[in-house]
């Protein structure tokens, strides 16, 4: 459980980076799916690294995994809280 732990921080720990760069973000839900899907779009590119240059890209990729759980948990954040851009009408 540690190791998973120990990830758990990374990932709390990107969520305040992301806080501090951009501040409270006030999205719609199919914004919000949108940067999701950009950051999986980069988890993607950082995999074909991988794949066709070598491991020495895994650190990378690892970040970029990191990331996309962030924007993950970030989005959960705004559903609980109720903090998200209704749709009019």
């Known amino acids: 459980m540690s190791e998973r732990l120990h990830i758990y921080e990374q990932i709390s720990a990107e969520r305040d980076e992301q806080d501090a760069k951009w501040g409270n973000q006030l999205h719609s839900i199919p914004v ?9 779009g980069e988890v993607a ?12 890209h895994l650190a990378h990729l690892r ?8 924007v993950a948990v970030h989005i959960i954040e705004k559903i609980d809280s109720g903090d998200w851009v209704r749709p009019e009408g």
């Open 32 to 40: 919000w799916s949108a940067i999701l899907a950009e950051e999986c």
């Open 45 to 56: 590119e950082a995999s074909l690294r991988v794949e066709f240059q070598g491991e020495a």
């Open 63 to 70: 970040e970029e995994l990191v990331q996309v759980a962030a």
